[in-house]
């Protein structure tokens, strides 16, 4: 029988096939949004969910480059900090469980992601007026972000060592913190528009919100 799929791809190759099925992956997000109802942030959480998980794995091999910050960031911004953490678990987990390796090291990163949809959040009046992002705001908040997660995420060092090993660390990491940098801006570029105007479309207003708890406490 003819082992037609026995094909060894050079890193690069390798690297360039993750990207196009990254891409496809974008595409067939922006899509299937089309065929949700409106209002509806659960179901653009998973569809968030998935294309952060793939992402990730996808984009391995390139150090530190994920879009996962972005999208929390986002998620934050747009859904509020509860749902933007639970889409940082879930991405963390499954992307973990599945192939990246999991141990303590996810609990931190969970945090870390955690801390940047409660940031998103937290500015989200200053990053989102009238229905636009405020790209070179969100920019500035990504970069921070890129920093402050690694930076959560190096701390788990002090389950094996003492915090004098930290500070070290954390200047030996700086280079993997800037390829998170620079990696954000690209997401932010690319992403952080259509994104948007997606979760837009499936975003609860808050005084809508209100407006139903009123009623239905009354």
Known sequence: MYDFHNVALTPTQSL??????LSVIVFAVLR???RLDDYNPIAMLGVLAIFG????????????????????????IYYGAPRAVALAGIIA?????????????????????????????????HLLKDGRLQLNRLAGLAIISAFAFDWV??????????????????????????????????????????LGEIMLRHRVEPSSQSVSEVVTNR
Request: hydrophobic share 55%.
């Open 53 to 76: 998980i793939a992402g990730r794995i996808l984009l391995d091999p390139i150090p530190n480059f994920q879009p996962v910050t972005v999208i929390v960031l986002l998620a934050g």
């Open 93 to 125: 987990l499954a992307s973990n469980f599945a192939v990246l390796g999991h141990g303590p090291w996810t609990l931190f990163q969970v945090a870390g992601w955690g801390l940047v949809g409660f940031a998103g959040a937290f500015f989200a009046d």
């Open 16 to 21: 360039l096939l993750n990207i196009c099925i």
């Open 32 to 34: 299937s949004e089309r």
């Open 153 to 194: 995420v190096s701390s788990s060092i002090l389950l094996k060592t003492d915090v004098s090993m930290l500070a070290p660390y954390l200047l030996n990491g700086l280079l993997f913190d800037l390829y998170h940098a620079v990696g954000n801006l690209v997401f932010v570029a690319w992403l952080a528009n259509p």
